[in-house]
């Protein structure tokens, strides 16, 4: 799709999001589609020593460091500040916000400074936003996210129906917002291809995330324990997954060392080529609290393998129930253990399943599907 110009100029798109090797999973296929089409693409986020990544690929990249969960008021008016002074040095026509911050911060400063064009990914607003949870500090982001979203030329994109409908039982949107739907970021189904389990002697079970709590670590840690005595001998699991610890939420390096005996249990660490990672697993499980559209679920799918997760938002649309997999209740441990076990003892079943999975995947997560509904959102916006 080609870009439609306004007035002859070369239209300029700004990426923000937290770190750069979240943009290079989710939302690089984009940036290379919008730089193929014709737009002066820049991304800014912190440099955690990928950017090259980016760079090479024709975009321009720029550091910018600030606190993910950080909660200070001084800290979190510099970084307002820091996005000020991006947005006039870059004076982009769109900007496309990724992550619930730079969507706060971002649409703030995008309206002060008067964007043509704002585009939002939302995937949740998380727990202390909602509720009783709700403290001061979050009761203030809220009253930025309405002040930032009550403008014409504001879109966003939700990849389920709850967290549109979260945010607007919460008043922040606006009746002037563009709303769209879209299930995640996609999968390349040219690189995930459908591949045959490996011939190993035990099942390998696959945790393929950053190691949070909120993530169903302690569940599946609790499960394994359950399914050990039966099963030590015939399955693994498998942790890939760097532990975030400057997340709040993160699992600390000590816990998934004494959990993991190298045999039963590995933790495996972060890994480039997921893919690889895949292709060498039975099954893959993600006892996740909530999601918005987990990438490492579609990409479970795209390589045809049955899935246990949690009947949470964003997980639940990634599993039909029985045909591809299975779903458990948020914080389960025996009947996260008891789905395990089905799949492991029945080896014709995680085949049947790890089939659909490739069938779903084909009809849902498309990559190019995703691709270009973002172009076709850039052009509405830069045209509006």
């Not at 609290?289 to 049955?306: D, F, N, Q, S």
């Amino acid at each position: 799709m080609k870009m439609i110009e306004k007035d002859n100029k070369l239209k300029k798109i700004l990426f923000i999001v937290n770190v750069d090797w979240f943009f290079i999973s989710h939302r690089l296929c984009i940036a290379e589609k919008a730089v193929a089409a014709g737009w002066k693409v820049t991304v800014a986020a912190e440099d955690t020593g990928r950017s090259e990544e980016i760079s090479a690929k024709g975009i321009h990249f720029i550091d910018l460091p600030f606190s993910r969960s950080g909660t200070n008021l001084l800290k979190e008016f510099k970084t307002i500040q820091k996005f000020r002074t991006l947005y006039k040095s870059v004076s982009p026509d769109i900007v496309h916000h990724i992550t619930l911050k730079p969507v706060i911060y971002g649409s703030l400063v995008a309206r002060q400074l008067k964007v043509s064009g704002v585009l939002n990914a939302v995937s949740g607003l998380g727990y202390n936003f909602t509720g009783e949870r709700k403290n001061i500090v979050a009761k203030l982001m809220l009253r930025l996210m309405k002040r930032g979203f009550n403008r014409s030329n504001v879109a966003f994109i939700f990849q389920n129906q709850n967290d549109y409908s979260e945010l607007k039982e919460l008043g922040v949107l606006s009746g002037k917002n563009i709303i769209n739907f879209i299930k995640g970021s996609g999968v390349d189904l040219t690189k995930f291809k459908a591949t045959d389990p490996p011939k190993t002697d035990k099942v390998k079970i696959l945790l393929p995330v950053r190691m949070l709590w909120d993530k169903g670590v302690a569940e599946l840690q609790a499960a394994s324990q359950i399914l050990k005595e039966e099963f030590e001998d015939k399955i693994q699991f498998v942790l890939a997954g760097l532990a975030d610890e400057e997340n709040k939420a993160g699992v600390s390096a000590a816990y998934l060392i004494d959990w993991q005996d190298g045999n039963y249990v590995k933790w495996i660490g972060y890994q480039k080529n997921m893919v690889e990672v895949y292709n060498d697993s039975h099954i893959v499980v993600l006892p996740s609290y909530r999601e918005g559209m987990p990438k490492t679920l579609i990409e479970a799918c795209a390589v045809g393998r049955p899935i246990v997760t949690t009947d949470a938002i964003g997980c639940r649309e990634c599993v039909d129930e029985g045909v591809n997999g299975f779903k458990v209740p948020v914080r389960s441990t025996k009947e996260l253990a008891h789905a395990l076990k089905i799949l492991i003892l029945d080896k014709e079943l995680r085949e049947k399943m790890g089939n659909a999975s490739r069938e779903k995947a084909e009809k849902e997560f498309d990559q190019k599907a995703v691709v270009e509904k973002h172009l076709e959102i850039y052009n509405e916006l830069i045209n509006a």
